[in-house]
């Protein structure tokens, strides 16, 4: 099976702008969930998405968003950037919540200048 | 409020030699703990998840215990390899809710 991929890899974008990442999950898997993972904070979760129904949610603001297609791809949406939002973005699927083992993407770095 | 501490939080060991990676967390109700780990510049990969109810679980040469009366973990690695070079995560995950704490890591570097 073909892991958790994650697009873009990298991102550039300045204060202000919005972003959009993606998350494809592994074949049947149908829960996403998203973190942001910084230096400074080390892993923190973002929100958990299983069949198009956000199930939790982290402590982050209403700028990060996401939602869930059918097929169980799921995008994130970070809108008025801040610096503070440079991060690695990472995504992980599981089947079938996400109290089973985790599978996780490479990760989108986006850089936020 | 829920925490994870990790110990300790870098540490370099020689090729061949065995370590131990602590992990405190105070999280409340339990549910599991698991441990990741994470190559630089790639997510995490699963190395153990432990239920309440499991002592000790293992994955190769990485062997994980619990003891959920002190609410410790470890992570012991044996005859080390320098592909073992990493960050190792603690979680711990609470029952009812999914939302995970992680600990924020320890940096492993084994030298040749």
């Known amino acids: 099976k073909a892991g958790v991929t994650q697009t873009p890899r990298y991102l550039i974008k300045t204060r202000g702008q919005q972003v959009t990442l993606s998350c494809s999950p592994i074949s049947g898997h149908r829960s996403v969930s998203w973190y942001q993972q910084t230096p400074g904070q080390g892993l923190q979760f973002l929100f958990e998405y299983f069949s198009e129904t956000q199930r939790n949610k982290g402590n982050f603001p209403g700028r990060f968003s996401g939602r869930q297609f059918s097929n169980s791809r799921s995008e994130m949406n970070v809108s008025t950037l801040e610096l503070g939002d440079s991060a690695l973005y990472l995504c992980?699927?599981?089947?079938?919540?996400?109290?089973?083992?985790?599978?996780f993407g490479p990760g989108t770095r986006l850089t936020v200048l | 409020k829920n925490q994870v501490e990790q110990s300790p939080q870098s540490l370099i060991i020689l090729e061949g030699k065995n370590c131990t990676l602590q992990c405190n967390y105070t999280v409340s109700p339990f549910s599991n703990l698991r441990w990741y780990k994470q190559d630089t510049g790639r997510g995490p990969v699963s190395l153990t998840i432990m239920t309440f109810s499991e002592n000790t679980k293992s994955n190769g040469r990485y062997t994980a215990t619990l003891d959920a009366d002190t609410k410790q973990s470890s992570l012991h690695i044996t005859a080390s390899q320098l592909s073992d070079s990493a960050s190792y995560i603690c979680?711990?995950?609470?029952?009812?809710?999914?939302?995970?704490?992680f600990g924020r890591g320890t940096s492993l570097i084994v030298h040749p």
């Open positions: 992980a699927s599981s089947y079938p919540t996400g109290g089973n083992e985790q599978f």
């Open positions: 979680v711990a995950q609470s029952g009812g809710s999914y939302i995970p704490t």
